[in-house]
Each structure stands twice: as structure tokens, then as C-alpha cells.
T-cell receptor
Framework: AQSVSQHNHHVILSEAASLELGCNYS??????LFWYVQYPGQHLQLLLK??????LVKGIKGFEAEFIKSKFSFNLRKPSVQWSDTAEYFC???????????FGSGTKLNVKP | EAQVTQNPRYLITVTGKKLTVTCSQN?????MSWYRQDPGLGLRQIYY???????DKGDVPEGYKVSRKEKRNFPLILESPSPNQTSLYFC????????????FGEGSRLTVL
């Protein structure tokens, strides 16, 4: 089975700090990549996605992610976090031509005001 | 409004009492899937469906059944629930796995006593 690893389970930052959340996957072929965010008590919402093209993708709310094929990574970044970014973040992989989505275990981000 | 609707949102039941969690989407999506979310494990796919009458197992299908008799509906059936099925369940849909992101329902929190 394929795996998606998120290295940080819990991150605590102060407002205005920079954020980088790691994501690595195990499949060697073509993949579609996603970052989802889950605010407390809510369902998952798409932050950004990568299918092809420019490996640096921009999403909503100032988030961006970089796909590095050689490292099987898709790290999420934000230059300056806000208190409202407190949430759980999930990396997800869809293997091209396959019908399954694989999710990481999630990273809980706590931003202190 | 485009949405995925799950019911019930909260349910407490007892071991062995059959239950069904409904899922409906109004986006004419072909692909639908069910996930369970457990602390530290992220989201794990239970079952998915590529279209009407086409369903397949995900990574954790034991103890669950699904059906897809209509394009918009994809109910999750627990024939004989057990305490290890206590979890938060999400239904999601997509135009197709390789064409777009997943749209999630609000979640159904199930407790099996």
C-alpha cells in the first residue's frame, strides 16, 4: 500500500512566524497532490493542488506548496501565519490512473495570538 | 449551492444494531468515497465508487458495506457495528479521481457502545 508521511504531528507558532509543513509520499510514478485544511469542528477544505506544470503552486489564504519530484515531497508553506490558521492540515496523494486517495496522518497547527 | 450532505451528523448506538449513514451530492460527480478519521491516523478510505453500480474496497473495508444505486447517493452501511468502528466518518465526491479534488461532507460522528 502507498503511504503519505507528514513529519510534524503538532506545530505551535506565534503569529507572523513562517510555516513549513513536510509531506512525503512513497509512489514513484505520476501523482496528483493536495493539501487540505480542517478547521475545528469542520469538514476538510481544499487549500491547493498540484497536477502538473509549475512545481510551485499557490493556494488560498496565502498558502503555497512546492513539488520536488526527486524527493517525493510536497511541502506546504506560508510566510506569515495568523491566529485564524489554527487548524489541522492534511497532505493527500492520488495516484494517476488509480482510484484511491491516500492521506497523511495530519499536522495540528496552533497559532498563538 | 454545491454540497455533500451526510446524515446523521451524530449517532450513538450499541454493538450489533445495524445502521446506515447517508451521503448525497448535488454536483453530478461520478466518483464518491467514504473515509474514517481517527486521531493520529489521518483519513483512511473505506470504500469508493466510480459510478452507479460500481464500487470497490478502500484500505479499511472490513465491517462496512456500500451501495450506489443512484449517482447522487452513496450510503455507508454498518451491518453489525462494533466499538472499534467508533470514529468520525466523511463522505466525499469528485468529478473523477484524476480530474479534480475531493469535496467533503460535514462528517458523521459515530459512537458504538
Amino acid at each position: 500500500a502507498q503511504s503519505v508521511s507528514q513529519h510534524n504531528h503538532h506545530v505551535i507558532l506565534s503569529e507572523a512566524a513562517s510555516l513549513e509543513l513536510g509531506c512525503n509520499y512513497s509512489y514513484g510514478g505520476t501523482v496528483n497532490l493536495f493539501w487540505y485544511v480542517q478547521y475545528p469542528g469542520q469538514h476538510l477544505q481544499l487549500l491547493l493542488k498540484y497536477f502538473s506544470g509549475d512545481p510551485l503552486v499557490k493556494g488560498i489564504k496565502g498558502f503555497e506548496a512546492e513539488f520536488i519530484k526527486s524527493k517525493f515531497s510536497f511541502n506546504l508553506r506560508k510566510p506569515s501565519v495568523q491566529w485564524s490558521d489554527t487548524a489541522e492540515y492534511f497532505c493527500a496523494v492520488n495516484i494517476y490512473n488509480f482510484n484511491k486517495f491516500y492521506f497523511g496522518s495530519g499536522t495540528k497547527l496552533n497559532v498563538k495570538p | 449551492e454545491a454540497q455533500v450532505t451526510q446524515n446523521p451528523r451524530y449517532l450513538i448506538t450499541v454493538t450489533g444494531k445495524k445502521l446506515t449513514v447517508t451521503c448525497s451530492q448535488n454536483m453530478n460527480h461520478e466518483y464518491m468515497s467514504w473515509y474514517r478519521q481517527d486521531p493520529g491516523l489521518g483519513l483512511r478510505q473505506i470504500y469508493y465508487s466510480m459510478n452507479v453500480e460500481v464500487t470497490d474496497k478502500g484500505d479499511v473495508p472490513e465491517g462496512y458495506k456500500v451501495s450506489r444505486k443512484e449517482k447522487r447517493n452513496f450510503p455507508l452501511i454498518l451491518e453489525s457495528p462494533s466499538p472499534n468502528q467508533t470514529s468520525l466518518y466523511f463522505c466525499a465526491s469528485s468529478l473523477s479521481p484524476g480530474a479534480g479534488e475531493l469535496f467533503f461532507g460535514e462528517g458523521s460522528r459515530l459512537t458504538v457502545l
